[in-house]
């Protein structure tokens, strides 16, 4: 239920359910699991002060859900198949999440990110790199590579971050790697109304 100073779990190999579910962690990672299978690598209520998650391998489910972290990174996924990398519901005062290979579903999910990066995704396959509803402070998402989905999907970025850099990266079929770098200030002009001087009668 809560662990402080030192990580909260530490599982090699689990099957069939949930890897670890924390309460509360302070001081230290909340969960370290070497290898996932069939159900959610993590669920974290509440972390401070040291990374959420560290999962090594995740298949057939998520590979992290973190509710509330600060202080640290929130998710940490090297390897994830059939299921979200990582969902972050609110982080703040490091990375949101970061995934190095996801495979078959969306690479990372943050709700809120404040004062960090919101997701980075080294690979993305098969799904979304990065769903980041609002993130301030620093860099939505970022996505070295991406194939067969979206790149980054970024619905509010605070003023702190105009003129940043969102990278998105998409492979086109007998076409190689085509890289698109679009700022998060030509990203708001989308969500931003035309003014009525512009506006047709």
Known sequence: MYIRGGSGYIV????????CIVMCSRGGSGCIVMCRRGGNGYIVMYSRGGNSCIVMCSRGGNGSIVTYNTGGIGCIVTYSRKGSGCIVTYSRGGSG???TYSRGG????????RGGNGCIVTYSRGGNGCIGTYSRGGIGSIVTYNRGGIGSIVTMAG???DGMVCCAAD???GRGLVQV??????LLKF???????????
């Not at 969306?106 to 990110?113: A, F, N, P, Q, R």
């Not at 770098?181 to 030509?186: L, N």
């Not at 931003?192 to 009668?201: K, L, V």
Request: net charge negative.
């Open 12 to 19: 090699m190999c689990s099957r069939g359910g949930s890897g």
């Open 97 to 99: 999440c970061i995934v």
């Open 106 to 113: 969306s690479g990372c999910i943050v709700t809120y990110s």
């Open 159 to 161: 003023e702190e971050v």
């Open 171 to 173: 492979v086109l079929e």
């Open 181 to 186: 770098a679009i700022t998060v200030a030509e």
């Open 191 to 201: 969500h931003q109304p035309r003014s009525p001087a512009h506006s047709t009668p």
